[in-house]
Protein backbone atom coordinates (compact mmCIF):
# COMPACT_ATOMS: atom_id res chain seq x y z
CA UNK A 1 0.00 0.00 0.00
CA UNK A 2 1.28 3.27 -1.05
CA UNK A 3 2.20 5.87 2.13
CA UNK A 4 -0.17 8.29 2.17
CA UNK A 5 1.26 11.91 1.92
CA UNK A 6 1.77 13.99 4.67
CA UNK A 7 2.02 17.67 3.25
CA UNK A 8 -0.63 20.15 1.91
CA UNK A 9 0.14 19.99 -2.05
CA UNK A 10 -1.72 23.68 -2.06
CA UNK A 11 0.62 24.97 0.61
CA UNK A 12 3.73 23.64 -0.85
CA UNK A 13 2.88 25.92 -4.27
CA UNK A 14 1.96 28.77 -1.94
CA UNK A 15 5.15 28.79 -0.37
CA UNK A 16 7.07 28.12 -4.41
CA UNK A 17 5.11 31.24 -5.21
CA UNK A 18 6.59 33.71 -2.39
CA UNK A 19 10.01 31.58 -2.97
CA UNK A 20 10.21 31.95 -6.29
CA UNK A 21 8.76 35.54 -6.24
CA UNK A 22 11.57 37.06 -3.10
CA UNK A 23 14.77 34.90 -5.38
CA UNK A 24 13.55 34.39 -8.38
CA UNK A 25 14.11 31.15 -10.73
CA UNK A 26 18.05 31.25 -10.81
CA UNK A 27 17.82 32.21 -6.84
CA UNK A 28 15.37 29.23 -5.92
CA UNK A 29 17.06 25.52 -5.09
CA UNK A 30 15.04 22.57 -4.28
CA UNK A 31 16.90 23.01 -0.83
CA UNK A 32 15.29 26.38 -0.34
CA UNK A 33 11.92 25.43 -1.72
CA UNK A 34 11.71 22.21 0.58
CA UNK A 35 12.97 24.08 3.82
CA UNK A 36 10.41 27.55 2.87
CA UNK A 37 7.49 24.22 2.39
CA UNK A 38 8.59 22.60 5.22
CA UNK A 39 8.77 19.12 3.40
CA UNK A 40 11.69 16.19 2.97
CA UNK A 41 13.29 16.11 -0.63
CA UNK A 42 12.02 12.88 -1.16
CA UNK A 43 8.64 14.34 -0.74
CA UNK A 44 9.58 17.44 -2.91
CA UNK A 45 11.03 14.55 -5.52
CA UNK A 46 8.32 12.41 -5.66
CA UNK A 47 5.29 14.94 -5.77
CA UNK A 48 6.76 17.52 -7.86
CA UNK A 49 9.77 15.80 -9.92
CA UNK A 50 11.86 19.09 -10.51
CA UNK A 51 11.93 22.48 -9.23
CA UNK A 52 10.95 23.50 -13.27
CA UNK A 53 7.88 21.59 -12.93
CA UNK A 54 7.04 23.55 -9.43
CA UNK A 55 7.95 27.01 -11.13
CA UNK A 56 5.29 26.43 -13.80
CA UNK A 57 2.38 25.13 -11.28
CA UNK A 58 3.73 28.01 -9.35
CA UNK A 59 3.14 30.48 -12.40
CA UNK A 60 -0.17 28.33 -13.24
CA UNK A 61 -1.38 29.42 -9.56
CA UNK A 62 0.12 32.44 -9.48
CA UNK A 63 -1.70 33.67 -12.62
CA UNK A 64 -4.88 32.43 -12.24
CA UNK A 65 -5.73 34.53 -9.13
CA UNK A 66 -6.11 37.33 -11.88
CA UNK A 67 -9.37 35.88 -12.75
CA UNK A 68 -11.67 36.92 -10.08
CA UNK A 69 -9.54 40.03 -9.51
CA UNK A 70 -10.87 40.82 -13.57
CA UNK A 71 -14.35 39.84 -12.55
CA UNK A 72 -14.46 42.20 -10.13
CA UNK A 73 -13.06 44.90 -12.14
CA UNK A 74 -15.80 44.06 -14.47
CA UNK A 75 -18.31 43.77 -12.64
CA UNK A 76 -17.89 47.05 -10.88
CA UNK A 77 -20.48 50.49 -11.19
CA UNK A 78 -17.62 52.92 -10.72
CA UNK A 79 -16.57 55.10 -13.43
CA UNK A 80 -13.50 53.33 -15.10
CA UNK A 81 -10.73 55.90 -14.21
CA UNK A 82 -11.62 54.93 -10.72
CA UNK A 83 -11.84 51.19 -12.01
CA UNK A 84 -8.83 51.04 -13.46
CA UNK A 85 -6.81 52.93 -10.23
CA UNK A 86 -8.33 50.54 -8.20
CA UNK A 87 -6.37 47.68 -10.34
CA UNK A 88 -2.96 49.56 -9.80
CA UNK A 89 -2.62 50.58 -6.26
CA UNK A 90 -4.00 47.31 -5.15
CA UNK A 91 -1.31 45.67 -6.81
CA UNK A 92 1.13 48.87 -5.99
CA UNK A 93 -0.15 48.97 -2.31
CA UNK A 94 0.70 45.60 -1.89
CA UNK A 95 4.21 45.71 -3.34
CA UNK A 96 5.06 48.90 -1.30
CA UNK A 97 4.14 47.68 1.66
CA UNK A 98 6.37 44.88 1.46
CA UNK A 99 9.66 45.58 3.42
CA UNK A 100 11.62 43.76 0.40
CA UNK A 101 9.28 45.46 -2.35
CA UNK A 102 9.47 41.56 -4.10
CA UNK A 103 6.80 42.51 -6.13
CA UNK A 104 4.56 40.42 -9.17
CA UNK A 105 6.09 36.92 -9.68
CA UNK A 106 4.53 37.10 -13.41
CA UNK A 107 6.74 40.50 -13.94
CA UNK A 108 9.84 39.28 -12.29
CA UNK A 109 9.53 36.31 -14.22
CA UNK A 110 9.18 38.07 -17.20
CA UNK A 111 12.26 40.34 -16.34
CA UNK A 112 14.58 37.41 -15.42
CA UNK A 113 13.63 35.14 -18.25
CA UNK A 114 11.88 36.52 -21.01
CA UNK A 115 10.62 33.72 -23.42
CA UNK A 116 13.64 31.09 -22.51
CA UNK A 117 10.77 28.69 -21.47
CA UNK A 118 8.54 27.79 -23.17
CA UNK A 119 5.84 26.27 -20.81
CA UNK A 120 6.20 29.93 -18.63
CA UNK A 121 6.29 31.74 -21.77
CA UNK A 122 2.72 30.73 -22.44
CA UNK A 123 1.52 30.88 -19.06
CA UNK A 124 2.57 34.95 -19.28
CA UNK A 125 1.22 35.20 -22.83
CA UNK A 126 -2.56 34.13 -21.62
CA UNK A 127 -2.50 36.10 -18.59
CA UNK A 128 -1.11 39.43 -20.36
CA UNK A 129 -4.11 38.74 -23.40
CA UNK A 130 -6.82 38.69 -20.19
CA UNK A 131 -5.51 41.60 -18.35
CA UNK A 132 -5.36 43.38 -21.65
CA UNK A 133 -8.71 42.27 -22.55
CA UNK A 134 -10.29 43.42 -19.60
CA UNK A 135 -8.96 46.97 -19.92
CA UNK A 136 -9.96 47.30 -23.06
CA UNK A 137 -13.70 46.48 -22.00
CA UNK A 138 -13.46 48.66 -18.99
CA UNK A 139 -11.57 51.75 -21.54
CA UNK A 140 -14.55 51.01 -23.86
CA UNK A 141 -16.93 51.08 -21.08
CA UNK A 142 -15.36 54.12 -20.14
CA UNK A 143 -15.59 56.47 -23.69
CA UNK A 144 -19.47 55.48 -23.38
CA UNK A 145 -19.87 57.07 -20.19
CA UNK A 146 -18.12 60.13 -20.98
CA UNK A 147 -15.09 59.34 -18.21
CA UNK A 148 -12.69 58.75 -20.99
CA UNK A 149 -11.07 60.83 -23.60
CA UNK A 150 -13.16 59.55 -26.61
CA UNK A 151 -9.60 60.03 -28.74
CA UNK A 152 -8.52 56.87 -26.66
CA UNK A 153 -8.43 53.73 -28.59
CA UNK A 154 -9.58 51.17 -26.22
CA UNK A 155 -7.47 48.44 -28.18
CA UNK A 156 -4.76 50.29 -28.34
CA UNK A 157 -4.55 51.73 -24.96
CA UNK A 158 -5.49 48.74 -23.22
CA UNK A 159 -1.89 46.73 -24.13
CA UNK A 160 -0.23 50.05 -22.32
CA UNK A 161 -1.97 49.91 -19.01
CA UNK A 162 -0.58 46.50 -19.00
CA UNK A 163 2.32 47.81 -19.77
CA UNK A 164 2.55 50.57 -17.59
CA UNK A 165 1.74 48.53 -14.25
CA UNK A 166 4.12 46.27 -14.86
CA UNK A 167 6.62 49.31 -15.41
CA UNK A 168 5.73 50.73 -11.97
CA UNK A 169 5.76 47.32 -10.68
CA UNK A 170 9.72 47.87 -11.16
CA UNK A 171 9.45 50.94 -10.26
CA UNK A 172 8.74 50.53 -7.39
CA UNK A 173 11.06 47.94 -5.77
CA UNK A 174 12.91 51.26 -6.05
CA UNK A 175 10.82 54.28 -5.65
CA UNK A 176 9.19 55.89 -2.90
CA UNK A 177 5.17 54.90 -2.93
CA UNK A 178 4.78 58.57 -3.16
CA UNK A 179 6.86 58.90 -6.58
CA UNK A 180 4.40 55.80 -7.80
CA UNK A 181 1.96 57.55 -7.14
CA UNK A 182 2.79 60.81 -8.82
CA UNK A 183 3.55 58.50 -11.85
CA UNK A 184 0.12 56.80 -12.13
CA UNK A 185 -2.08 59.89 -11.15
CA UNK A 186 -0.31 61.37 -14.55
CA UNK A 187 -1.17 58.80 -15.86
CA UNK A 188 -4.79 58.40 -15.66
CA UNK A 189 -5.28 62.27 -15.31
CA UNK A 190 -3.71 62.19 -19.47
CA UNK A 191 -6.89 59.43 -20.61
CA UNK A 192 -9.99 61.17 -18.19
CA UNK A 193 -12.08 63.53 -18.85
CA UNK A 194 -13.30 66.52 -16.96
CA UNK A 195 -15.68 64.05 -15.78
CA UNK A 196 -13.20 61.24 -14.89
CA UNK A 197 -10.95 63.36 -13.34
CA UNK A 198 -14.30 64.73 -11.03
CA UNK A 199 -14.69 60.93 -10.31
CA UNK A 200 -10.84 60.08 -9.48
CA UNK A 201 -10.90 63.39 -7.10
CA UNK A 202 -14.36 62.56 -5.35
CA UNK A 203 -12.84 58.39 -4.85
CA UNK A 204 -11.91 58.45 -1.35
CA UNK A 205 -9.58 55.14 -3.15
CA UNK A 206 -5.94 55.08 -4.38
CA UNK A 207 -3.98 55.72 -1.45
CA UNK A 208 -0.37 54.31 -1.64
CA UNK A 209 1.17 53.72 2.07
Avoid at 16 to 26: K, S
Avoid at 38 to 44: L, P
Avoid at 143 to 164: K, N, S, W
Avoid at 167 to 177: E, I
Amino acid sequence: MPRRRQFDEDAVVDAAIAEFTERGYAGTDAVGLCERAGIARSSFYSTFTSKDALFERALERYTGQGVGQREALLASPDPAPVVLRRRFTDALGDQCAREDRAGCLSVNTAVELGRSMDGIAALLDADRAAWIDAYARILARGRAEGHVRADVDADAFAPLFHTTLAGLRVAARVATPQEVRAQLDAFLDALSTDAGRQALASSAEGALA
